[in-house]
């Protein structure tokens, strides 16, 4: 069964899985003072500039670890609806930093400036958390992308108000991917303070990393590290996966083809009479709805999950591994279930 429900359901690139084997050769000094972790930090720096890199498991781990940097526990967190800090990590940021998430609804899944200008009237008052970093995903949870123009803006308007913002990168490559630009241009330079750059999602088999750019957050950052649990001591084997993810533009490549995929899968879809797409596909995730009925058969064929209850709205993702035959299985599948349904 193939599957459309996440980019954490695909494979491992066969590039990735070559530089794990290659630093499997020998032996390596532990908790990262190994050369290929030089080397990976090496890579980093070339793309981002100065920047303290730490590697960690999971995604959790690295909004964990980076919002320890950021926040203290009588600070807060201001995030969408939607974000994963938020819905999908178990309550891990607040159990962890002891911090408060706030979070806004928002119909696309990003924030704004303005958005986020009625919560700063807690600023100074020792009766409320202290707002201190604002956190946004990209590409978003909804599957949209924030323009430069937008980071810059929220980055310019955190700074303004003492506050740093941190950014999500799980599908960071997909994002950049998308608007066409460097990794650098998209967020050191609009201002971003800290961030995950996702690699589970495009192509690894285990690993993110945490991305500090501004001094101040990185006096305590490695002692982070080690209390949060994300502390490797084979780090070179996370490391090594990272050196080929950013040698050759691996992480573009992947990250446009499966941006690709999304677009054909939605471009196909909207011809399906009955299939609504719901969202801008700015990356590599679709959203739709489709009749009721047709959820359930099609989900025996290809995993996918329900997005909204309430609604039925649907999430397709891509990934870096998807082929254009499964797409146009997939559409077949979901066309002869809709017309099945006329039949009935």
Same mark, same amino acid.
């Given at each position: 069964?193939?599957?459309?429900?996440?980019?954490?359901?695909?494979?491992?690139?066969?590039?990735?899985?070559?530089?794990?084997?290659?630093?499997?050769?020998?032996?390596?000094?532990?908790?990262?003072?190994?050369?290929?972790?030089?080397?990976?930090?090496?890579?980093?720096?070339?793309?981002?500039?100065?920047?303290?890199?730490?590697?960690?498991?999971?995604?959790? =781990? %690295?909004? @964990?670890? +980076?919002?320890? /940097?950021?926040? $203290? &526990?009588?600070? #807060?967190?201001?995030?969408?609806?939607?974000?994963?800090?938020?819905?999908?990590?178990? =309550? %891990?940021? @607040?159990? +962890?930093?002891? /911090?408060?998430? $706030? &979070?806004?609804? #928002?119909?696309?899944?990003?924030?704004?400036?303005?958005?986020?200008?009625?919560?700063?009237? %807690?600023?100074?008052?020792?009766?409320?958390?202290?707002?201190?970093?604002?956190?946004?995903?990209?590409?978003?949870?909804?599957?949209?992308?924030?323009?430069?123009?937008?980071?810059?803006?929220?980055?310019?308007?955190?700074?303004?108000?003492?506050?740093?913002?941190?950014?999500?990168?799980?599908?960071?490559?997909?994002?950049?991917?998308?608007?066409?630009?460097?990794?650098?241009?998209?967020?050191?330079?609009?201002?971003?303070?800290?961030?995950?750059?996702?690699?589970?999602?495009?192509?690894?088999?285990?690993?993110?990393?945490?991305?500090?750019?501004?001094?101040?957050?990185?006096?305590?950052?490695?002692?982070?590290?080690?209390?949060?649990?994300?502390?490797?001591?084979?780090?070179?084997?996370?490391?090594?996966?990272?050196?080929?993810?950013?040698?050759?533009?691996?992480?573009?490549?992947?990250?446009?083809?499966?941006?690709?995929?999304?677009?054909?899968?939605?471009?196909?879809?909207?011809?399906?009479?009955g299939v609504t797409v719901t969202r801008p596909t700015d990356a590599n995730g679709v959203f739709a709805i489709i009749p009721p009925e047709a959820i359930e058969p099609l989900q025996k064929q290809f995993r996918f999950y329900v997005w909204d209850e309430s609604t039925l709205e649907l999430r397709w993702?891509?990934?870096?591994?998807?082929?254009?035959?499964?797409?146009?299985?997939?559409?077949?599948?979901?066309?002869?279930?809709?017309?099945?349904?006329?039949?009935?």
């Amino acid at each position: 069964m193939k599957a459309f429900a996440s980019d954490n359901y695909s494979g491992i690139h066969p590039e990735i899985l070559e530089a794990i084997s290659d630093a499997n050769l020998s032996h390596a000094v532990s908790y990262g003072d190994d050369a290929i972790t030089a080397r990976a930090n090496a890579l980093f720096e070339h793309l981002f500039g100065p920047v303290k890199t730490l590697y960690t498991f999971n995604g959790t =781990g %690295a909004n @964990v670890v +980076a919002l320890k /940097c950021a926040a $203290l &526990p009588f600070q #807060s967190v201001i995030c969408t609806q939607f974000a994963h800090i938020h819905v999908d990590e178990c =309550g %891990a940021p @607040v159990q +962890a930093v002891g /911090c408060t998430l $706030l &979070p806004l609804p #928002s119909p696309d899944g990003k924030l704004t400036p303005a958005m986020v200008q009625p919560l700063l009237s %807690a600023k100074g008052n020792v009766h409320h958390n202290q707002p201190k970093v604002i956190s946004i995903s990209q590409s978003t949870e909804l599957g949209t992308v924030y323009t430069l123009d937008e980071v810059r803006a929220l980055c310019d308007f955190a700074h303004a108000n003492d506050m740093y913002v941190h950014l999500d990168g799980a599908r960071i490559a997909n994002a950049v991917a998308a608007l066409g630009t460097g990794l650098k241009e998209a967020t050191v330079d609009c201002g971003v303070d800290i961030m995950s750059f996702g690699g589970t999602k495009n192509g690894l088999m285990i690993g993110e990393a945490v991305l500090i750019f501004n001094n101040e957050l990185k006096q305590h950052a490695d002692y982070y590290h080690k209390q949060s649990a994300q502390l490797f001591s084979k780090n070179r084997f996370i490391a090594a996966q990272f050196v080929a993810l950013l040698s050759n533009d691996l992480w573009k490549r992947m990250a446009l083809h499966a941006n690709a995929m999304a677009q054909l899968l939605a471009s196909e879809v909207s011809k399906i009479e009955g299939v609504t797409v719901t969202r801008p596909t700015d990356a590599n995730g679709v959203f739709a709805i489709i009749p009721p009925e047709a959820i359930e058969p099609l989900q025996k064929q290809f995993r996918f999950y329900v997005w909204d209850e309430s609604t039925l709205e649907l999430r397709w993702m891509c990934s870096f591994d998807t082929t254009e035959e499964e797409v146009y299985g997939f559409v077949a599948v979901l066309k002869q279930l809709i017309a099945g349904l006329g039949n009935v």
